[in-house]
């Protein structure tokens, strides 16, 4: 039960740094189009930003939630579950950025869901 553990955490810490990177972009405005520039805008946004940092420092809690599943569980049968990261993100996009639904993007989470409940009903460990 741990090993499932490890991987809800590594999908939770793998959400909040994507809506978490998100939110704090979207109030930075666009990226400009020089290199140097580029590499300006995002340094600044990443130190200067303690909720784009904290996307950051959760990538890497993330990381470490996955380095313990995969102590647990085979990667073929663990990395599908990694497809709710997918799942929860569209879901609280909707809801925290008012993005968009349509009806591919609603058969394309359809599938993913389906994929997972397979994968976990018969990928078994």
Same mark, same amino acid.
């Given at each position: 039960?741990?090993?499932?553990?490890?991987?809800?955490?590594?999908?939770?810490?793998?959400?909040?740094?994507?809506?978490?990177?998100?939110?704090?972009?979207?109030?930075?405005?666009?990226?400009?189009?020089?290199?140097?520039?580029?590499?300006?805008?995002?340094?600044?946004?990443?130190?200067?930003? $303690?909720?784009?940092?904290?996307? =950051? &420092?959760?990538? %890497?809690?993330? !990381?470490? #939630?996955?380095?313990?599943?995969?102590?647990? @569980?085979?990667?073929?049968?663990?990395? $599908?579950?990694?497809?709710?990261? =997918? &799942?929860?993100? %569209?879901?609280? !996009?909707? #809801?925290?950025?008012?993005?968009?639904?349509? @009806?591919?993007?609603?058969?394309?989470?359809?599938?993913?869901?389906?994929?997972?409940?397979?994968?976990?009903?018969?990928?078994?460990?």
């Amino acid at each position: 039960m741990t090993g499932y553990f490890y991987i809800f955490g590594c999908i939770f810490f793998t959400v909040y740094g994507q809506l978490a990177i998100k939110w704090g972009m979207s109030h930075k405005g666009q990226l400009p189009e020089q290199a140097v520039e580029k590499i300006a805008f995002l340094v600044k946004a990443l130190l200067g930003d $303690p909720i784009i940092l904290s996307g =950051f &420092v959760s990538a %890497f809690v993330a !990381s470490l #939630f996955w380095m313990a599943a995969m102590t647990k @569980f085979e990667l073929s049968f663990a990395y $599908p579950f990694m497809s709710l990261s =997918f &799942v929860l993100v %569209f879901i609280l !996009s909707v #809801f925290l950025f008012h993005d968009t639904v349509n @009806f591919g993007k609603a058969c394309g989470l359809g599938l993913i869901v389906l994929g997972i409940i397979i994968t976990a009903k018969y990928g078994g460990n």
